[in-house]
């Protein structure tokens, strides 16, 4: 159910995410601006089969349908988003490289937790956001 994503938060606290982006090959300079920090913010909104998330760059999936996302970093994946119960779950595979990323969302009435895996490493990442 989508409209339980609907809501804005605020990074709390992050597991092996410099770790993830390492074991993906990204360059320490990189990886720095990749790790989330204090004041970093999401918000989460749905409209019908469309799910946008608000924060460094803005992306709006439809859900079962393939879209091209380009980060603010303009790095560049063709991602497709589909919904399983409430959790959001985002395949993306880069236009650059094999990197095939798969990020899910996942809410309760504390906040929203992001994971993130990659089928180029074994490494699981986690991101906490308090609701705000």
Known sequence: MAASLVGKYEYDKNEKV??????LHVPETMIERLVPKAGMKREITVDGN???IVGSSP?????????????????????????D??????????????????????TNEKGL???????????????????V
């Open 59 to 83: 992306v709006t999936f439809v859900l079962d349908t393939e879209i091209e996302e380009t980060n603010e970093h303009n790095y560049t994946f063709k991602s497709t988003a589909k919904l």
């Open 50 to 52: 469309k799910i946008t």
């Open 18 to 23: 410099a770790d993830f982006y390492k074991g």
């Open 113 to 131: 937790m992001v994971v993130l895996t990659a089928d180029q490493t074994d490494v699981v990442a986690k991101i906490y956001f308090k609701r």
């Open 85 to 106: 119960g409430n959790v959001l779950i985002v395949d993306s595979k880069s236009v650059k490289d094999d990197v095939t990323l798969h990020r899910t969302y996942q």
